[in-house]
């Protein structure tokens, strides 16, 4: 965090001209690059097998992410907004923070939602099958666990003092 009179603080520690990042926001900015890596390589034909068969929602897309994961146009959008989500979100340690939990939670929300559906209902519109359901899983526990990281740098926590003579 900057302590230079005039400068305005960011919530990063910052050494010289280069920033340094939190733990938590390092980590929603992994999330929210891979999110976007996965969000993209959802429209390309190849690494999405059956992509003949996508459709914008609904149970009736066959499009496999790298053969795994069933998606859907929709399912894709929601990883690039989630991406978009977590890079913007990683620019102070409170919303990084904010980005993890709740976006872990709804994740969790999310595994208990496509547990509960039947894969060929209606109601599985984004669309979900069991691998989809696992990861979910995942992703929730995790994000919510590294949420808990600490916003600042060590060095943040502790003012620096002056000497005196």
Do not use: C, K
């Not at 907004?81 to 979100?89: E, F, H, N, R, S």
């Not at 409170?94 to 039947?118: K, N």
């Amino acid at each position: 965090m900057s302590t230079t009179p005039g400068r305005p603080t960011t919530g990063r520690a910052t050494t010289g001209d280069t920033v340094s990042r939190s733990p938590v926001q390092v980590v929603a900015l992994l999330y929210g690059i891979v999110f976007l890596l996965v969000g993209i390589a959802g429209f390309i034909p190849g690494i999405t097998t059956g992509y003949g068969t996508l459709q914008f929602a609904g149970h009736q897309s066959e499009a496999m992410l790298l053969g795994i994961f069933q998606v859907s146009i929709l399912h894709n959008i929601v990883h690039l907004l989630y991406g978009i989500a977590g890079v913007a979100l990683s620019r102070t340690g409170t919303s990084a923070r904010h980005y993890l939990l709740w976006g872990g939670i709804v994740y969790l929300v999310l595994w208990l939602y496509g547990l509960f559906i039947g894969h060929d209902s209606p109601a599985n519109f984004v669309p979900l099958n069991n691998a989809d359901n696992w990861l979910h899983l995942a992703l929730g526990i995790t994000m919510v666990a590294l949420s808990f990281l600490p916003r600042r740098h060590r060095a943040d926590d502790y003012p620096s003092t002056m000497s005196r003579p």
